[in-house]
């Protein structure tokens, strides 16, 4: 019987820096697969959906006493009796961290999928970049760089990673401040408390997190069967099942109750939490945390509890 | 192993099973490997494995299966047999074994089988050949020396059959055949019973001087035999014999069983002690007694047990006369006629040679029969009357019809119901106002009381009764106008019975109804047998086809195939294979032909004396089983079941979802297969060879339609014979669409003749005579169909007087002496012979001018109806001396042998037209003959 899932790269667990070597290796290609992902995506960045300094129109409004009478758009007033002043959209530059998972696990790529769940993060963190570069956001990896703004943020991003070397496991979080949109694409495999406790600095802080989980199809269906020896990619332990087919139910049931949590905690902090399959489209994540990004939400929310 | 009946043909295997504690080490270390996946969410999967263990060891029950397998694997090595028995003493250069298959052997004959297979074993394993005899064979049955696998085959295709053993001719042969295996061992396996002869059959047996005897006996031998069951007045009496060695008082059931084989009756005969003969009633009704197809003593199950009656136990003689003349011209006007046939089918008719009734009646009273029917006779002589009187006085009984002779004459007391009124009265007619007369509703005092009356009989002429006060007890039957139709009344132990209408249609049309059957029936019924008949040499001679046998273990069966009809009344014919005991005749009427006799008695057979060391053995069944097969059939099994238990562990069958348990049943059904092939593996196959000596000349014999001629012995006319009808199977490839094959020389004294239509006899008067049984041979080929063509090739060697013959004449007619000739005649102008093939005027061979001799066809007296000839029959005989074989005789080149005489090449060639007309009518019959009617045929057909 084939085997179900391999680690795509077979790296030692410790050899992190010649993985990121590897990485540094893949970003060109990932690059262009996220310009390509991106160029899927309703192209273009929406404002803030307010009035203010922008270039954009927003709406026309009546004139009220007392505003500059260099705000008045005469060609829309002269259509009829009252006057209109036209208000445009206030665009801000806005800072986005980007984060893609560097852990082992994350080279997991089973049969049905058609790229390792690392690949699929980079693909997906690159492609925002492009797109907050293109809408003129400014972006920054924790850790890695400063917040910058340039139209090819993306490049910029993928040098630096190619660069970076060594990436820590978890990300630096003490640059982020309030009103900073945090996009950590990760497999969140580890317990559920670890995970709430280090994203809980950015509930604190007042940013809003975007957490995309990246997921193999096997992770979730568990198709093994039989006398199974599985192997922890992180740890390098391992576990035997006599008849692995009969643990599935169980595991299934306590896979999707971490995920469940996860995303009830993400929903009540006002965050997004996007689920990408490694067998699906990279685009459809894409879509899916722009809509998060571009919808109004409570910055203000903060930490509720 | 004294406590388990178990050995080992190599006991130093079993230390192998020291080595499974090794085994068990290797086993327990080494799991089935898994399957290794990597897999990140392990932390989740984890907290799910957590309530199984990892089994790092195989599973216990894996490792005992396995540890059991290779325990059986050896155990099978080493060679176990269960219940293991003590080899026999093999000495000697062969072994004869002389087997009883007849009756007695019956009940015991699978012990008797599993001994004699395991002395052919023993006789195998020391490579001696076996030399195997029955006692109740055919006598010309194989004997061997055998190899011991056509022994063995030939044991098991041996059945008991029910007749006695023939010891003395079997042993002779087994001596005989003795000469050849010198030294060898004789084993016999006896089946208890003495028999005649038995001295000098087993001193002939062991005159060889055997290396070793091994004597068999059965430790019981077939405890009762019937040996008389006889219908008598109050029940049936059964008479029973037991082997005298069996003294003590016993009582045995016997069931009486009817043709359909259901039990109709019981009975107990009992055996006092110490005596060897019991006796037991029957008794059952009259009615039920002539319902008794078989008697069987319950608990036996061999033919000595069993008595099948035929009609002499319940079928009566009755005697028949009549005084008037038998005119074979109006037979439906005899007065006998009616009777005869109403009577034939239930009873046996005895009819005086003599037409004088003073003798006729001590004729008849002589058969004793048991009841007398006499149509129309008026006066008795006197010392008839006074013979017939005592014969029913003794409990005969007289049925009269009365009649013109009976009318006329006076009364007689002693041997009529009534007295009668002399002369006649006539009802009906064209001078009377009297109706005919029918017959009313039958009186409940007679016989016939539960017959429905008969309407559509009707008397127009009757005798009358004088009225007396008794006149209506003695009626059984009465007309409408109250006169009696029948009469009867009882004289002594005898009744005399007078129907008061004549036996023919005449008086009335009652004998040719069917309630006329009825009351004869009823009649016959109520009479006895007046003792039993001894076989006369005179008596009438039939043969009697078998059917319905009684088979070695008691049971009626069909006849065997060897089973030859039965020839009665030539004195007691002795129970053969040729003539087991059963039922002869047909399903109207059988003769009983039973195993034991009246006078036979059952003694235990004594161990003669033996001058060769004697080893005793009882007849066992065969309970060695050798262990080996089974052991590794099981181990292969539990290989199975590790196969499968492996694969399920490895979760070949699971995880297939929906799969999973068609896997399961596919998985049972391999096991349930596997299973079964070990089964059907282990069973033997026996198949018995029922090829015999000489078939290979038989199928050659048949394969090809081949032309005969009988060897003489003196080889030039043989090979002229041989050349002849070489040239004229050449001929007829030539002219005919028939191939014969290579002529066949007959020795008609041995060869089967039956697979040759023509067998051509050239008589050589220096020849020595044929015995009398290959003449017979002849004369039964004759009767079945074939034909011989006899050639005396004397045509010109006879002399000027008509009544001289030469030598060839005459050995032909001291021939033809012994053979049953039909009439012969020359081949008239149309006979079939004379346009089979050619038309041809005459027969030449390589002379000209004798006629060919035939049989005379059925119209010779009257020539005029010649040319449509009836009748199928081909000539079973053909005489020339016109050397038919000297004429058609060609060399291997093709070139005639002989000058004709004259030489004339056309006599040659009608000569050889004449070979074919002979082999055509031989083959085709009087196809020809019928060829004459085609244009009356086609006529009639309108064309």
Redo the contacts between chains.
């Keep these: 019987?084939a085997?179900?899932?391999?680690?795509s790269p077979p790296v030692g667990t410790k050899d992190a820096l010649a993985r990121a070597r590897q990485r540094a290796f893949l970003v060109p290609d990932l690059l262009i697969e996220a310009r390509r992902v991106v160029n899927t995506v309703i192209s273009g960045w929406h404002g803030r959906r307010k009035r203010g300094i922008g270039e954009n129109f927003w709406q026309f409004r009546p004139y009220v006493e007392g505003e500059s009478l260099s705000r008045i758009d005469w060609r829309r007033s002269a259509r009829d009796d009252h006057i209109y002043v036209r208000d445009r959209e206030w665009e801000a530059a806005h800072t986005v961290w980007l984060w893609a998972d560097p852990s082992p696990?994350m080279l997991?790529q089973s049969r049905t999928a058609s790229v390792s769940k690392e690949s699929r993060a980079l693909v997906l963190v690159l492609a925002l970049a492009e797109l907050l570069s293109r809408g003129g956001e400014r972006i920054a990896w924790p850790g890695l760089t400063d917040p910058f703004t340039a139209r090819n943020g993306a490049e910029r991003l993928a040098a630096h990673l190619t660069h970076a070397g060594a990436l820590p496991h978890r990300p630096d979080l003490a640059a982020v401040r309030r009103f900073s949109d945090v996009v950590i694409a990760s497999?969140f495999?580890?317990?559920v408390e670890e995970t709430k406790e280090w994203l809980d600095t950015l509930a604190r802080r007042g940013a809003r997190a975007h957490l995309i989980e990246i997921a193999?199809p096997a992770?979730e269906s568990f198709p093994?069967?039989?006398?199974?020896?599985?192997?922890?990619?992180?740890?390098g332990?391992k576990?035997?099942?006599?008849?692995?087919?009969?643990?599935g139910a169980?595991?299934r049931l306590?896979?999707s109750a971490?995920r469940e949590e996860l995303a009830a905690w993400c929903k009540r902090l006002g965050w997004s939490y996007t689920v990408n399959h490694t067998d699906r489209l990279a685009s459809e994540a894409l879509v899916q945390v722009h809509m998060a990004m571009s919808a109004e939400s409570g910055y203000a929310s903060g930490v509720r509890a | 192993m004294s406590w388990l009946p178990l050995s080992f043909g190599f006991p130093a295997i079993l230390w192998g099973l020291l080595a499974l504690p090794v085994i068990w080490w290797l086993l327990r270390l080494t799991p089935p490997k898994p399957e290794t996946e990597v897999f990140p969410p392990l932390k989740i999967l984890a907290r799910v494995l957590r309530r199984e263990e990892t089994p790092r060891q195989s599973p216990w029950w894996l490792t005992l299966l396995r540890l059991l397998m290779a325990a059986l694997v050896v155990m099978a090595l080493a060679e176990p047999v269960f219940n293991p028995r003590e080899k026999l003493p093999a000495a000697g250069s062969g072994l004869a074994l002389v087997v009883d298959n007849g009756w007695a052997a019956s009940p015991d004959w699978e012990r008797h089988v599993a001994t004699a297979e395991r002395l052919i074993d023993d006789a195998a394993a020391s490579g001696q050949r076996v030399l195997l005899a029955f006692t109740a064979e055919k006598p010309n049955a194989d004997i061997g020396p055998f190899d011991a696998k056509a022994a063995r085959d030939k044991l098991r295709a041996t059945k008991p059959r029910p007749i006695p053993t023939d010891r003395p001719s079997v042993y002779a042969r087994v001596a005989a055949a003795l000469d050849t295996m010198p030294g060898a061992s004789i084993a016999v396996l006896a089946d208890g019973l003495a028999a005649q002869g038995d001295d000098a059959a087993f001193g002939t047996l062991f005159s060889k001087g055997p290396a070793s005897v091994i004597w068999a006996m059965p430790d019981r031998i077939a405890t009762a035999g019937l040996t008389k069951a006889e219908n008598q007045l109050d029940g049936f009496a059964l008479t029973a014999v037991r082997p005298s060695s069996d003294a003590t008082p016993r009582q045995v059931t016997a069931g009486a069983f009817d043709d359909k084989g259901r039990r109709i009756a019981d009975a107990a005969i009992t055996f006092g002690a110490g005596a060897a003969v019991g006796t037991g009633l029957m008794k059952v009704p009259f009615e039920l007694r002539n319902d008794f197809a078989a008697i069987r003593i319950d608990g036996e199950n061999h033919a000595g047990a069993v008595r099948v009656l035929d009609e002499s136990s319940k079928r009566r003689r009755v005697g028949l006369i009549s005084q008037a003349e038998s005119d074979q011209a109006q037979p439906l006007l005899a007065p006998l006629y009616y009777i005869r046939r109403a009577l034939s089918p239930f009873a046996d008719l005895v009819e005086p040679q003599s037409r004088d009734i003073a003798d006729a009646i001590p004729q008849l009273l002589e058969q004793k029969p048991a009841m007398i029917v006499m149509a129309d006779i008026g006066n008795i002589p006197e010392p008839a009357h006074q013979k017939l009187v005592e014969w029913v006085n003794n409990g005969g009984l007289l049925v009269r019809f009365a009649g013109s002779r009976l009318a006329a004459a006076g009364n007689d007391d002693d041997l009529l119901p009534v007295r009668l009124r002399t002369g006649e009265r006539s009802l009906g007619g064209a001078m009377s106002w009297t109706e005919p007369q029918p017959v009313t509703e039958f009186p409940k005092t007679g016989p016939f009381s539960d017959l429905a009356p008969p309407s559509e009989v009707t008397v127009s002429r009757q005798v009358l009764a004088e009225p007396t006060a008794d006149l209506g007890e003695r009626t059984w039957a009465n007309l409408a106008d109250g006169t009696p139709l029948v009469t009867g009344a009882r004289r002594e132990k005898g009744t005399v019975v007078l129907f008061h209408t004549a036996p023919e249609a005449t008086w009335s049309n009652l004998p040719i109804s069917g309630t006329f059957v009825e009351m004869l029936r009823r009649l016959v019924q109520m009479s006895r047998n007046q003792g039993s008949l001894a076989a006369s040499a005179e008596g009438q001679v039939a043969s009697l086809a078998p059917y319905r046998m009684i088979a070695a273990d008691g049971t009626l069966v069909p006849p065997p195939a060897d089973a030859r009809p039965l020839t009665v009344g030539r004195g007691p014919v002795p129970v053969t294979i040729e003539n087991p005991p059963g039922l002869y005749g047909s399903e109207d009427g059988v003769v009983a032909h039973n195993l034991l006799g009246a006078d036979a008695t059952l003694a235990p057979l004594a161990r003669p004396r033996i001058a060769a060391p004697v080893t005793e053995m009882r007849y066992a069944l065969n309970e060695t089983h050798d262990l080996k097969g089974p052991l590794v059939a099981a181990a292969l099994a539990l290989m199975l079941l590790d196969t499968l238990a492996v694969f399920w562990l490895g979760g070949m069958f699971a995880g297939r979802g929906r799969r999973d348990a068609a896997a399961r049943g596919a998985g049972a059904a391999v096991v349930l297969l596997a299973a079964g092939a070990l089964f059907f593996a282990s069973a033997p196959h026996a198949r018995a060879d029922d090829s015999k000596p000489g078939d290979d000349q038989a199928i050659e014999a048949v394969s090809k339609t081949r032309l005969a001629y009988v060897i003489t012995g003196d080889a030039s006319v043989d090979a002229i014979s041989r050349a002849g009808l070489d040239g004229l199977s050449r001929f007829l490839v030539d002219k005919t669409a028939l191939e014969p094959g290579k002529p066949a020389g007959v020795d008609i004294a041995r060869d089967e003749l039956a697979f040759y239509p023509l067998i051509y006899w050239p008589i050589d008067p220096k020849a020595a005579m044929p015995s009398q049984e290959a003449i017979a041979r002849i004369d039964a080929y004759m009767q079945q169909g074939g034909t011989v063509l006899f050639d005396t090739r004397d045509q010109y060697a006879g002399g000027i007087d008509a009544n001289s013959a030469s030598p060839a004449t005459q050995r032909l007619r001291d021939i033809l002496a012994n053979l049953n000739v039909p009439p012969l005649e020359p081949v008239p102008s149309d006979h079939v012979l004379t346009k089979s093939f050619y038309i041809l005027p005459e027969f030449p061979g390589r002379f000209n001018g004798s006629p060919l001799w035939v049989e005379a066809s059925l119209e010779a007296a009257n020539p005029e109806h010649r040319p449509v000839r009836t009748g199928d029959g081909v000539t079973p005989i053909m005489i020339t001396a016109n050397d038919f074989a000297g004429a058609w005789a060609v060399d291997a080149n093709g070139d005639p042998m002989f000058p004709t005489v004259p030489s004339d090449p056309m006599q040659r060639l009608y000569a050889y037209r004449v070979g074919v007309n002979i082999v055509m009518y031989m083959l085709t019959g009087n196809y020809k003959s019928d060829q004459v009617h085609v244009p009356a045929l086609l006529e009639r057909l309108g064309q």
């Design positions: 019987m085997r179900i899932g391999a680690a696990s997991y497999d495999l580890d317990p193999d992770e093994y069967s039989g006398r199974t020896e599985f192997t922890d990619p992180e740890t332990e576990l035997t099942a006599g008849r692995a087919e009969q643990l169980d595991y306590l896979y971490r």
